[in-house]
Nanobody, 121 residues
Framework: QVQLRESGGGLVQAGGSLRLSCAASGIIYRIYDMGWYRQAPGKQRELVATINSDGGANYADSIKGRFTISRDNAEKMVHLQMNSLKPEDTAVYYC???????????????WGQGTQVTVSS
């Protein structure tokens, strides 16, 4: 069973910073893409940033220049450094990983339980 556990959410004032972390655990053969998505109240879940196993990153236009995604392959972790936070960044942030649990399995997508980020104005 694969688990993704997020940490680092909280309440911060506009202009502040937060760092989210996500650790993958369980039976894992290989992790491919890891990423962060967010869902604000009344809105659909949207991509924030993804990073592949070689470190190549992809960002949503709304957070470019403010957020940085990174990963530690050995520790099976992905991080999201969020700077210059705005009230519109308020959302539940979800960790995602595309992986194969065993060598014979297909790639599957897994989600964490989410962590709340609230930015006050």
């Amino acid at each position: 069973q694969v688990q993704l556990r997020e940490s680092g959410g909280g309440l911060v004032q506009a202009g502040g910073s937060l760092r989210l972390s996500c650790a993958a655990s369980g039976i894992i053969y290989r992790i491919y893409d890891m990423g962060w998505y967010r869902q604000a109240p009344g809105k659909q879940r949207e991509l924030v940033a993804t990073i592949n196993s070689d470190g190549g990153a992809n960002y949503a236009d709304s957070i470019k220049g403010r957020f940085t995604i990174s990963r530690d392959n050995a520790e099976k972790m992905v991080h999201l450094q969020m700077n210059s936070l705005k009230p519109e960044d308020t959302a539940v942030y979800y960790c995602n990983a595309v992986l194969r649990p065993v060598v014979t399995a297909l790639r599957t997508s897994h989600w964490g339980q989410g962590t709340q980020v609230t930015v006050s104005s």
